[in-house]
Antibody
Framework: QVQLVQSGPEVKKPGTSVKVSCKAS????????VQWVRQARGQRLEWIGW????????NYAQNFRERVTITRDMSTNTAYMELSSLTSEDTAIFYC????????WGQGTLVTVSS | EIMMTQSPATLSVSPGERATLSCRAS??????LAWFQQKPGQAPRLLIY???TRATGIPARFSGGGSGTEFTLTISSLQSEDFAVYYC?????????FGRGTKLEIK
């Protein structure tokens, strides 16, 4: 069956970076796209960016453009989202979602930024 | 950036009744709109794409409508498991953008 399995929770210091992974199975990863979404506790969904797996083309939200990098490794069917210059406002659950419309979602990764 | 406005912020409806949620785009997104359902502690789930096409496994009581800038999600007869937060997202333009969500609660 289709699965997106994300890496485990992270605790980071302000100013550092975090890299979250998203491993896909059960569908053709290379023809898919992956988007990343942030959700602070009790808050709305916030779109971070997107990667077309086959071409590697990316697109990022303006709010994150200067400090986010989304990549993929087709040999392991895994997408990555790296966010730098973390602040306490980045404390949130980060989701990956695959498929053109966000058809499949990972379980979420809690990133806590605290000194 | 296209702004997505959802209304109302909270909707109180009794089980078995009909619920209609609205989503408005700040400019036309054609039919490139999706609806997601999110329950507490869970990841969002795709309900509708292309404004009106149900995703795989989504019950027929969920229906989407609209095009351009005005969209609706209708749940024809609310079941207990439908009480959740619903988000719309446009994918017509970069960046993709979400609305702030509508919380559907039991009346």
């Amino acid at each position: 069956q289709v699965q997106l399995v994300q890496s485990g929770p992270e605790v980071k210091k302000p100013g550092t970076s975090v890299k979250v992974s998203c491993k896909a199975s059960g569908f053709t990863f290379i023809t898919s796209a992956v988007q990343w979404v942030r959700q602070a506790r009790g808050q709305r969904l916030e779109w971070i960016g997107w990667i077309a797996v086959g071409s590697g083309n990316t697109n990022y939200a303006q709010n994150f453009r200067e400090r986010v990098t989304i990549t993929r490794d087709m040999s392991t069917n895994t997408a990555y989202m790296e966010l730098s210059s973390l602040t306490s406002e980045d404390t949130a659950i980060f989701y990956c979602a695959a498929g053109h419309y966000g058809d499949y979602w990972g379980q979420g990764t809690l990133v806590t930024v605290s000194s | 950036e296209i702004m997505m406005t959802q209304s109302p912020a909270t909707l109180s409806v009794s089980p078995g009744e009909r619920a209609t949620l609205s989503c408005r785009a700040s400019q036309s997104v054609n039919s490139n709109l999706a609806w997601f359902q999110q329950k507490p502690g869970q990841a969002p789930r795709l309900l509708i794409y292309g404004a009106s096409t149900r995703a795989t496994g989504i019950p027929a009581r969920f229906s989407g409508g609209g095009s351009g800038t005005e969209f609706t999600l209708t749940i024809s007869s609310l079941q207990s498991e439908d009480f959740a937060v619903y988000y719309c997202q446009q994918y017509n333009n970069w960046p993709r953008t979400f609305g702030r969500g509508t919380k559907l609660e039991i009346k």
